[in-house]
Every structure is written in C-alpha cells, then in structure tokens.
T-cell receptor, first 110, second 114 residues
C-alpha cells in the first residue's frame, strides 16, 4: 500500500547541535506537509511543499522537497530546547487524504 | 476563537462497551478526519468526511463508526468490535478535501480500555 517512511525514529542531541529528519514515499507525492507535536500535545502544521526541488526556510528550520517529489527533509540548525517534540511528514498522494510518516522524536540535552 | 474541540480528553471503558468521542469545529471547514495515534507510530486514518452526510473509510476503519449530520460535528464511535481500542484519537479538519491545505487538529482524546 501507500507508505511514507520517516527516519530516524528517535534523535537525541545536545542543545546547539543540528538535527535532520528524512521522509521517503513509495509513490510520487503531489505535495508534502510537515507537522510538529509537542509532548502531550497535538500536531501543529509547520509548512507545505508543492514544487519539485522546493526549499523553504522558517528561521532555523529548512524544509526540502526532492526533485522526484518522493522524498523530503527537515533540518533544524542549532537546536533549542523549544524544538523538543515529534516531527511528522505527511504526503498527499492525490487521494484526498494525507499519509503520515511514523515521526521522528527529538529530545535535547540542555 | 475558532478551533476544534474534542471531548472527553480522557476516557476509560470496560471491554465490550461502545464509546463515542466528540469532535466539534467552528472553522466552517467542509472536511473532517479522525486519526488514531499509537506510541512510536504515525497517525493512521480511521474515517474522513468531505461534506455533510457523507463519509469514507480510511485505512483502519474496522471497529469504528462515524456520522456527519452537521457540518460542525463529526463524532467517532469506538465499538466493541475494535480489537485494540486503547489509543490517542485525534480529530482534524481542513477547509476542503479537494485542495491541498493544512490540517487543524483538536487536542485529542485518550481512550483506555480496562
């Protein structure tokens, strides 16, 4: 079936280190979205990427969409304790519903 | 303020009982969704509704039922047929299911079967 794989499942970093999570789809995506879920909270939308090769930045966060529209990444530069949480990618495969990756749980040592 | 309200936040139920989770939105969104989240896993789609009086099964619909009698409301019933119902349930909405756009999530309902 349709799958969106996300790695790593867990990542622990020292505050100030960089962090990257990767998302790969078995099929071409029309677009990809990224969400953040704080511990005990609910997912909150971060960004949507639509174009092949698109790169978007939000302060210390950089989002990329692959040329083939099958993979994506989220990179955080110089992590802060406020970045703690689980980051999910969600692929729109054109079936009017999003398929979520398993998420990458980020913990930070202050 | 506009948003999505889920209730109850925590719910305990005995095996063999049905339970209904409430989801109400005042965002005037057409599309509404129910997801299930288990530890270490992503969100899995249970049911979704694109418009009032219409809904479709998601990837894990067995043991669940929904209704969409009003635009604002999309309740989820977890029936006794659901083999492993203990989970975190998230309701979400979107302006319309026909265009890309962000999902707005409620705060979730945590169901524990005793």
């Amino acid at each position: 079936g349709q799958q969106v794989m996300q790695i790593p499942q867990y990542q622990h970093v020292q505050e100030g280190e960089d962090f990257t999570t990767y998302c790969n789809s078995s099929t071409t995506l029309s677009n990809i979205q990224w969400y953040k879920q704080r511990p005990g909270g609910h997912p909150v939308f971060l960004i949507q990427l639509v174009k092949s090769g698109e790169v978007k930045k939000q302060k210390r966060l950089t989002f990329q969409f692959g040329e083939a529209k099958k993979n994506s990444s989220l990179h955080i530069t110089a992590t802060q304790t406020t970045d703690v949480g689980t980051y999910f990618c969600a692929g729109d495969q054109g079936a009017q519903k999003l398929v979520f990756g398993q998420g990458t749980r980020l913990t930070i040592n202050p | 303020d506009g948003g999505i309200t889920q209730s109850p936040k925590y719910l305990f139920r005995k095996e063999g009982q049905n339970v209904t989770l409430s989801c109400e939105q005042n965002l005037n969104h057409d599309a509404m969704y129910w997801y299930r989240q288990d530890p270490g896993q992503g969100l899995r789609l249970i049911y979704y509704s694109q418009i009032v009086n219409d809904f479709q099964k998601g990837d894990i619909a067995e043991g669940y039922s929904v209704s969409r009698e009003k635009k604002e409301s999309f309740p989820l019933t977890v029936t006794s047929a659901q083999k492993n119902p203990t989970a975190f349930y998230l309701c979400a909405s979107k302006v319309t299911s026909y265009n890309t756009g962000e999902l707005f999530f409620g705060e979730g309902s945590r169901l524990t079967v005793l």
